[in-house]
């Protein structure tokens, strides 16, 4: 049996390739190795869920977040926990844009990033709602 090669550094990661998932507010990220490259890395989230603070009502959303590395790039199993663990949380749409750019960007500090949030119809009324910070250089 050959042996494979390892081109990526996993150092520190502890949610990917571990057992049980579950909902968590922590951010893992690795060494990015091509920022010199105009790379852009998008994340799409079909299954968000969160509820209005003051109603209870539940709310659905399409999440997309699109950004360029810098020195670190998002793992994608600790989004998909992070991403869950809003499922018990009251939210206005307009803050979960924000807080999750915000907690995003402070884990891997891009050279750009954007989240765009997609909210089911509710009320007979649909809302986007975009959020970015940097500058995209390509």
């Known amino acids: 049996m050959s042996q494979r090669e390892k081109l990526s550094d996993?150092?520190?990661?502890t949610q990917l390739g571990g057992?049980?998932?579950?909902?968590?507010?922590?951010?893992?990220t690795f060494p990015f190795r091509h920022a010199a490259n105009n790379t852009v890395v998008t994340f799409r989230c079909t299954e968000f869920t969160c509820f209005c603070p003051l109603t209870g009502q539940p709310d659905y959303a399409t999440i997309d977040?699109?950004?360029?590395?810098?020195?670190?790039?998002i793992e994608s199993k600790s989004l998909r926990n992070y991403l869950w663990s809003y499922r018990d949380s009251g939210v206005f749409h307009e803050d979960v844009a924000n807080i999750i750019l915000d907690d995003l960007y402070t884990?891997?500090?891009?050279?750009?990033?954007?989240?765009?949030?997609?909210?089911?119809?509710?009320?007979?009324?649909?809302?986007?709602?975009?959020?970015?910070?940097?500058?995209?250089?390509?």
Not at 10 to 13: C, F, I, R, S
Request: aromatic share 6%; hydrophobic share 30%.
């Open 10 to 13: 996993t150092t520190g990661l």
């Open 65 to 73: 977040i699109r950004y360029q590395p810098s020195d670190r790039a």
């Open 107 to 138: 884990q891997c500090t891009p050279t750009w990033m954007e989240v765009t949030v997609h909210f089911s119809v509710r009320g007979g009324i649909a809302i986007d709602v975009e959020a970015s910070r940097g500058k995209r250089t390509s």
């Open 19 to 28: 057992g049980a998932s579950k909902p968590s507010r922590t951010i893992e």
